[in-house]
């Protein structure tokens, strides 16, 4: 069965950087879009960034855009998330998440059981 597990989440301080990383199993890696949300204490689980499945489309929240870079290695069927400069407002559990062959999915189909994410002021 298809297998997202999110890995490098932890407390760090204001200004920091982390890379989170979702290795994929069970699918073919190569045809589907990865996508990063997180969800806050008390709030919506909110989008963070998305990369098509070749990697040619690469999609951010405003509220992460130029701070945070997505990336993927179709050969280690692995996404990732790199977060710098990161604030206290971006503590989080984040959940990576694939669709196959939707450039920019509405819903995904398969989820990760989240990495936590806190950061410190």
Known sequence: QVQL???????????DSLRL??????LTFSSYTMGWFRQAPGKER???????WTGGRIFYADSVQGRFTIYRDNVKNTVYLQ????KPEDTAV???AAERLVVRPAEY????????????S
């Open 83 to 86: 977060m710098n400069s990161l």
């Open 46 to 52: 909110e989008f963070v960034a998305a990369i098509s």
């Open 109 to 120: 189909n398969y989820w990760g059981q989240g990495t936590q994410v806190t950061v410190s």
């Open 94 to 96: 984040y959940y990576c």
């Open 21 to 26: 990383s979702c290795a994929a199993s069970g």
């Open 5 to 15: 597990v999110e890995s490098g989440g932890g407390l760090v301080q204001a200004g």
